[in-house]
C-alpha cells in the first residue's frame, strides 16, 4: 500500500546514547517530512527533504535522505529526556496528502 | 503557521450515537485533513476536506460513516455516526498549504465509545 515503513517499532536508550530511526518507501518519494509526537501530544513538523541525498541538520539531529529517495533516516546525537516520543517521517503525494510511515517510538532513560 | 483550535478534546459516548468535531483554523487555508489515530499506532488519513467541493474519502472510508463539513477556508467538521466501540480513537485535524508545505495539527479529540 501506499504506507511507508519505518524501523525499529520502538527504541529504548541511555540518555547520552545516539537514536537513530529509518523510513523506507518501496517506491520514489517526492519528498520526504519528519514529525515528533510527544506523549499525549500531537505531530509537531520537524523538517522537509526534497533532493537526493540531502542531508539537514538541527542542532542534534541529522536528517538524511537517499540517493534513490526511497528512504530516509533521522539520527540524534547524544539523546536527552525531552527527545522522547515518536517520529514519523511521512510521505506526500501528488493530491498534497500526507501519508505517515508506522512511527518509530523512542524512550530516553535517564 | 496556523494555529487550531479542535473541540471537543475528549468524549464518551455511547454506542449507536454521533459525535460532531469541530476544527477551527486562524487563518484561511485551501486543505483541510482529518486523520485517525488508534492507541499506538500511527495517524491513518480519513479524508481531505475542499471548500466548497465534497470530501475525498480514503480507501476504508465512507460518507456515510464520517461525513465531513467545510463551510468555509477556516472551519470544517468531522461527524463519526452509528459509533461502535471500534471507532475508539484518536482523531486529528490537520491543515496544509499545498505541496512541500509542512502540515499542521489541532491538539485532537480523544473518543471513546462505550
Known amino acids: 500500500g501506499q504506507q511507508v515503513m519505518q524501523i525499529p517499532q520502538y527504541q529504548h536508550v541511555q540518555e547520552g546514547e545516539d537514536f537513530t530511526t529509518y523510513c523506507n518507501s518501496s517506491t520514489t518519494l517526492s519528498n520526504i517530512q519528519w514529525y515528533k509526537q510527544r506523549p499525549g501530544g500531537h505531530p509537531v513538523f520537524l523538517i522537509q527533504?526534497?533532493?537526493?541525498?540531502e542531508v539537514k541538520k538541527q542542532k542534534r539531529l541529522t536528517f538524511q535522505f537517499g540517493e534513490a529517495k526511497k528512504n530516509s533516516s533521522l539520527h540524534i546525537t547524544a539523546t536527552q529526556t525531552t527527545d522522547v516520543g515518536t517520529y514519523f517521517c511521512a510521505r506526500q503525494t501528488g493530491a498534497n496528502n500526507l501519508f505517515f510511515g508506522t512511527g518509530t517510538r523512542l524512550t530516553v532513560i535517564p | 503557521s496556523a494555529v487550531i483550535s479542535q473541540k471537543p478534546s475528549r468524549d464518551i459516548c455511547q454506542r449507536g450515537t454521533s459525535l460532531t468535531i469541530q476544527c477551527q483554523v486562524d487563518?484561511?487555508?485551501?486543505?483541510m485533513f482529518w486523520y485517525r489515530q488508534q492507541p499506538g499506532q500511527s495517524l491513518t488519513l480519513i479524508a481531505t476536506?475542499?471548500?466548497?467541493?465534497?470530501?475525498?474519502?480514503e480507501s476504508g472510508f465512507v460518507i456515510d460513516k464520517f461525513p465531513i463539513s467545510r463551510p468555509n477556508l477556516t472551519f470544517s467538521t468531522l461527524t463519526v455516526s452509528n459509533m461502535s466501540p471500534e471507532d475508539s480513537s484518536i482523531y486529528l485535524c490537520?491543515?496544509?498549504?499545498?505541496?512541500?508545505?509542512?502540515?499542521?495539527f489541532g491538539q485532537g479529540t480523544r473518543l471513546t465509545v462505550v
Open positions: 487563518s484561511q487555508v485551501t486543505m
Open positions: 476536506a475542499n471548500q466548497g467541493s465534497e470530501a475525498t474519502y
Open positions: 527533504l526534497v533532493k537526493s541525498g
Open positions: 490537520s491543515v496544509g498549504q499545498g505541496a512541500r508545505t509542512e502540515a499542521f
